[in-house]
């Protein structure tokens, strides 16, 4: 049931653009991103519901493919800020319980 | 509580002793989740509780593995002979629940180290 992201692991300079997908099994209704820093609690970043919607927060936005049932996270001009992992939480129809992916790495360097 | 609040934030234990960790939700969240993360890794799901259902207990790794929610709000995860692969973060999280509302917030976890 754990979706896959990919890549596990990200290196940037500021101002360089990354993306960051994740792949599930099974259908979706909702997909989560979330971003961890070292040492602290993941904290939410966006939700996409089913209907193929694209949301964006700053500079960071997202897609979710209902009927591929992936989703990507797009990070344009990175920051120092942007760097943590990164994790995808995926609501499988029929539950409402969210199950997180194995995690991408971001580091942004000067 | 403004925040998802655990306790002990760390806890060191002997192999084979028993330990609790406890997780006070937001207040009004329904659903409240328990995940572990080990060191490096990512966020295994442990159990789900959702108002007054039943748990969804079907990340718990073994039976020494239990938990509790007593009246919708405070959780306990239980930990019996504790064995040194149980070493991780445990991170509780709440929400206000339902299909596509289930926007997490995370406390700040309890650190287990078994020795």
């Known amino acids: 049931q754990q979706p896959v992201q990919s890549p596990q692991a990200v290196i940037l300079r500021e101002g360089e653009d990354a993306v960051i997908n994740c792949s599930s099994s099974k259908a979706l209704y909702s997909v989560h991103w979330y971003r961890q820093k070292h040492g602290e609690a993941p904290v939410f970043l966006m939700i996409l519901l089913k209907g193929g919607e694209q949301k964006g927060h700053d500079k960071i936005s997202a897609s979710f493919n209902e009927k591929k049932q992936q989703s990507s996270l797009y990070l344009t001009a990175s920051q120092l800020s942007y760097s943590g992992t990164y994790f995808c939480g995926t609501e499988i129809y029929n539950t409402d319980k969210l199950i997180f992916g194995t995690g991408t790495r971001l580091q942004v360097f000067p | 509580g403004a925040g998802v609040s655990q306790s002990p934030s760390n806890k060191v234990t002997e192999k084979g002793k028993d330990v609790e960790l406890r997780c006070d939700p937001i207040?009004?969240?329904?659903?409240l989740y328990w995940y572990r993360q080990s060191l490096g890794q990512g966020l295994e799901f442990l159990i789900y509780f959702q108002g007054n259902s039943a748990p969804d207990k079907s990340g718990l790794p073994s039976d020494r593995f239990s938990a509790e929610r007593t009246g919708g709000s405070v959780s306990t995860l239980t930990i019996q002979r504790t064995q040194q692969e149980d070493s991780a973060v445990y991170l509780c999280?709440?929400?206000?629940?339902?299909?596509?509302?289930?926007?997490?917030?995370f406390g700040a976890g309890s650190r287990l180290t078994v020795l």
């Open positions: 999280a709440s929400s206000l629940g339902g299909t596509g509302a289930n926007v997490l917030t």
């Open positions: 207040s009004g969240h329904t659903a």
